[in-house]
């Protein structure tokens, strides 16, 4: 299936860049006037090949992807792992901050367990995709077996069809799980070369003794595990996390029905950046929600080559930037659809 995918991922048209700067420069404003609105405008229409019609967007999801960690052990988070499932729970009854964001920027939350170290069999509401009940402690083996990373992808891949498929033309990338800022970070010193202690942030809030024993299960999960950084699902299978891999086929999947991805932070961009060491085309499909406060995101972020369209000092995850940055994605679709142009509104152009 992601072989599958990955080939079926075609880059951006230029000649579709070239008519939609045409329109947006007959729209009654001075050229560029927008900034990066029409910026996202341009993408928005290549990506969906939109002419003449303006590109049409449709229903919004977010995806919020929850797994276990069995590095959770070493002590490298403020919050026991207990809290992934009851935070799961949160979700489905609408009262954690993606919910709260999803509504205002008018977005479904679809909850996704991957990984989650519980048994949610009766719950309602709950998308169960379960890879693995959590990962294993990365800081003394590999969290997962290739055939488990290639499977957390797949889903995410699976997810992102479906849902284009139902009409939904814009999607988020959210996660849940304690400790998972642990296997990002290691991927992010995988995939960019930069040092553990480059790139470990202070995720749920740690102290100063917790953030240096988080630098030092980084290491010792690189060094015991030896990720090969060209495989980058053998980078996944070994210090990575499944809720990542399916983020990561949200982006795959996405990219391959021509659907824009809005990806949250840290973990979502971890996620983000296997997607595009898999297939380099899905960047261009790729909006940056914000850039977080975890110490490794901007690294990510430029080697992705993504600018965030926010930046508002944020770190919870979950996928509450993405939701925000959705609003924004949407202003630019609106803007190209609905602003008149020079001629329509009788307004004599520039020079």
Do not use: W
């Not at 700067?21 to 404003?29: E, N």
């Not at 995410?156 to 069809?161: P, S």
């Not at 950046?273 to 690294?299: D, K, M, T």
């Amino acid at each position: 299936m992601i072989k599958e995918t990955t080939g079926g991922i075609s880059p951006l048209r230029e000649e579709f860049f070239r008519l939609a700067q045409r329109r947006l420069d007959s729209l009654t404003k001075p050229r560029g006037s927008l900034g990066r609105l029409e910026e996202i405008a341009r993408r928005l229409v290549a990506i969906r090949e939109a002419n003449p019609e303006p590109p049409e967007l449709g229903k919004k999801v977010i995806f919020t992807f929850a797994g276990d960690h069995g590095v959770a052990q070493e002590g490298v988070s403020a919050f026991p792992k207990e809290v992934t499932r009851q935070m799961v729970l949160n979700f489905l009854r609408g009262g954690a901050g993606i919910n709260v964001l999803a509504r205002h920027a008018g977005a479904e939350v679809a909850v996704v367990d991957v990984a989650v170290d519980a048994d949610f069999s009766n719950t309602e509401g709950l998308i169960h995709k379960k890879v693995l009940r959590g990962t294993g402690n990365i800081a003394r083996g590999p969290a997962m077996s290739r055939a488990q990373a290639e499977r957390s992808v797949e889903v995410g891949i699976e997810l992102a069809t479906q849902y284009a498929q139902r009409g939904y033309g814009l999607m988020g990338t959210g996660d849940m799980g304690i400790a998972n800022t642990t296997p990002s970070a290691a991927i992010c010193a995988v995939l960019t070369g930069r040092p553990p202690e480059e790139v470990a942030g202070r995720g749920t809030g740690i102290d100063d003794e917790t953030l240096r024993r988080k630098i030092e299960v980084i290491r010792r999960a690189i060094e015991l595990n030896r990720p090969e950084p060209s495989d980058p699902l053998d980078v996944l299978a070994k210090v990575g996390g499944a809720e990542i891999g399916a983020i990561a086929g949200v982006c795959l999947g996405g990219a391959r029905m021509r659907v824009p991805v809005v990806v949250d932070g840290f973990i979502s961009t971890a996620g983000a950046l296997i997607a595009c060491r898999l297939c380099p085309q899905v960047r261009e499909y790729l909006f940056a929600a914000h850039r977080s406060e975890e110490r490794g995101h901007a690294l990510m972020l430029k080697e992705l080559g993504l600018r965030p369209l926010l930046e508002l000092g944020m770190r919870l995850g979950e996928g509450t930037g993405a939701a925000l940055a959705m609003l924004l994605v949407e202003a630019g679709a609106k803007i190209y659809a609905e602003m008149a142009t020079f001629g329509q509104a009788g307004v004599s152009e520039g020079r």
